[in-house]
């Protein structure tokens, strides 16, 4: 399935579309924004909600990549 | 190590001073642990927190004096007058840098002058504790009153200092300290501490180490290498090495703005249609773009190597505010629907003049503006009514008293305090985890007591937050107690290189269970004093809104359940 994939950290922001196998998990698609997202930690947003680690990437929507912060 | 660190004891009605060294079986205690510590053991709970029974307590951590990255915060504790409760806020700044330089772990303020205007200036040097006379500084705003101070001690010095709110005893006052570049810019800005600073009749406090030792280790040898693996650590950690270095805690606005939980027009919307203009991007770019003396990375005390602060240039490069954050960028703007960098960052500088929280009064002019008393997004009017405050005006009185006593005045129920403390620039409908941490905190709504944004947790789901804000007020509260900044958190990975610091500093080897465990004991300490002074489980909740009110933007309402909120006592 082809995702758009939001990519919006502060120093990387593009919009990309992604091809994403179904069963995908928010660790596999990490390894595939790895060009990307580089070494960066990252929050995954899908539809507005966090995916979070293990979750499955539903079929359709938009993701948005954010960077982790532990506060501000 | 040092032989033996003191606690310094200042009275402030008969002008002696004191000193007894730290309890010799407890040498790792500092910092939060052990303003926690004093207050419990020496202040009753009942007593007004402007008299002459609360006690002020400055402590650092075992770390401090030294240059090891991000452990340098200075730890005040008193008795809250905003809250009521027990009162912890630390910040960045040379203060505690240079207090571990002059061995002292605590430095203590006690009663207060009979004369309310009998101000004084605390010399602090290797010579001992000096009274000079702080008449002349009354009623300057926090930046004349620094150079002023500067000008008369020299510029080797650090201070700790108060503004016009402290003086007026203002329940929205903060203290503030200087920073590395001698500009009075970390804040112990929460819970009306400046207040209680102002009622001890200090105005300031002289951290003169000239003449001091280096901070002396245990094991230099080994404490210079964890200082270097330390680094190394912190310059590969992302986070660290390039998300706070380079944007700074705004870059955390586009999270919260994507949970639905940035608080906008007082906390009735979590997302904010100009973000984009005053995020982190926004806000990196246009300190580039403007040049002079702007910069988009600054350490806020010695040796810190991760550098979130920054200094926000006007449009002729000339500094207008240091810094510039998350905080204030929420408070100040997106919850007052201002969507301008530079008068977010005018406004910020204002509340810093006044020494006032931010937070507090960014919370207070959104109250004020939900029930019509100003306009919502008219930033000259925010401006204007924060200037009352140093007027001593009515209307300046009654922000600078807090957001619950602007509500109150204004008949307001759309009030977000928790112990009548203004939340933070987290929508706890959004992040519920930090709701539970507002609620349950023995601070009241204070995201630094455990914020749980970067948890793996599904953050608008109710369920696991209590566990989460548990684990992360526990945390909080062991880094807190090492003086350390919560940003090193990312960067200590299994924890060895500051456990390593610790021992090689101080000749004592712990684990990381056993600092847990003390932080549990502070925690405890803390919700014992706030029970005496009167604070339950009916004080350990959101406002009604919160339950009530959907945020559109998250569609959430904060659904934690308050049986569960109880649990929060068995930490």
């Known amino acids: 399935m082809t995702l758009l994939c939001r990519v919006n950290l502060p120093w990387r922001q593009t919009d990309i579309d992604l091809e994403v196998p179904p069963g995908t998990d928010k660790e596999g698609l990490l390894a595939l924004l790895r060009e990307q997202v580089g070494d960066a930690e990252v929050f995954v947003f899908f539809n507005g909600k966090m995916l979070l680690s293990g979750q499955t990437v539903p079929e359709s929507g938009e993701i948005l990549i954010l960077p982790v912060l532990s506060g501000g | ?571």
């Open chain 2, 1 to 571: 190590m040092d032989a033996s660190p003191r606690i310094v004891r200042v009275n402030c009605r008969t002008r002696s001073t004191g000193s007894a060294p730290l309890p010799s079986d407890q040498p790792l205690l500092g910092a939060r642990a052990l303003t926690a510590a004093l207050v419990h053991a020496e202040v009753p709970p009942a007593c007004h927190a402007l008299g002459p029974h609360n006690k002020l307590a400055l402590a650092c951590g075992p770390l401090a004096g030294t240059l090891a990255s991000s452990v340098n915060r200075l730890s005040i504790g008193a008795k809250s007058p905003l809250t009521g409760g027990i009162k912890e806020s630390n910040a960045g700044g040379t203060s505690a840098y240079l207090m571990g330089r002059l061995g002292i772990r605590a430095l203590v303020l006690e009663d207060m002058p009979e004369n309310a205007h009998d101000w004084a200036v605390l010399h602090v040097s290797v010579d001992g504790v000096r009274f000079d006379n702080g008449a002349d500084l009354a009623g300057m705003g926090v930046y004349a009153k620094a150079e002023a101070l500067f000008s008369r001690y020299g510029d080797k010095v650090g201070l700790t200092l108060i503004g016009p709110g402290g003086e007026m005893r203002l329940h929205a006052a903060g203290v503030t300290n200087a920073d590395p570049d001698n500009a009075p810019s970390r804040f112990n800005g929460r819970g009306g501490l400046g207040a209680v600073m102002g009622s001890k009749g200090i105005q300031a406090i002289v951290w003169d180490a000239q003449g001091a030792p280096r901070a002396a280790c245990a094991d230099q040898a080994a404490f210079t290498a964890a200082m270097k693996q330390l680094a190394a650590h912190i310059n590969s950690t992302p986070q660290t090495a390039e998300t706070y270095r380079k944007y700074g805690t705004a870059a955390v606005m586009d999270v919260t703005h994507a949970l639905g939980a940035l608080p906008t027009r007082n906390f009735s919307l979590g997302r904010f249609a100009a973000k984009d203009s005053i995020n982190a991007r926004a806000l990196h770019d246009a300190i580039l773009a403007r040049g002079g003396e702007g910069r988009i990375s600054h350490a806020c005390m010695p040796g810190c190597l991760i550098q979130c602060s920054n200094v926000f240039p006007d449009q002729q490069g000339k500094a207008l505010c240091s810094p510039v954050e998350y905080e204030n960028l929420g408070m100040l703007g997106s919850n007052l629907d201002i969507g301008d960098l530079d008068a977010i960052a005018r406004l910020n500088r204002l509340c810093n003049d006044l020494g006032c929280d931010t937070i507090e009064l960014g919370v207070a002019l959104g109250v004020a503006m939900h029930a019509g008393a100003l306009p919502y997004g008219d930033a000259a009017a925010a401006e204007a009514a924060l200037e009352e405050i140093r007027r001593g005006a009515p209307l300046g009185r009654i922000l600078g008293s807090g957001a619950g006593v602007t509500g109150a005045v204004f008949g307001c129920r759309h009030v977000p305090v928790v112990k009548n403390q203004g939340m933070a620039a987290y929508d706890p409908r959004g992040v519920k985890g930090v709701g539970v941490t507002y609620a349950t905190s023995t601070q009241g709504a204070d995201h630094t007591a455990g914020n749980t944004i970067r948890a793996n947790v599904d953050h608008h789901s109710p369920d696991g937050q209590l566990e989460t804000s548990r684990g992360s007020q526990i945390m909080c509260a062991v880094l807190d107690s090492l003086g350390c900044c919560l940003f090193l958190g990312a960067a200590l990975g299994d924890w060895s290189v500051m456990l390593e610091l610790v021992r090689a500093r101080t000749g004592v080897s712990t684990t990381l269970d056993e600092l847990k465990d003390a932080a549990r004991r502070t925690l405890r300490l803390e919700r014992d004093f706030n029970r005496r002074a009167g604070l339950g489980d009916a004080h350990d909740r959101l406002p009604d809104f919160m339950r009530e009110e959907r945020n559109p933007d998250s569609g959430q309402v904060f659904d934690v359940r308050e049986a569960d909120l109880r649990r929060m006592a068995e930490i």
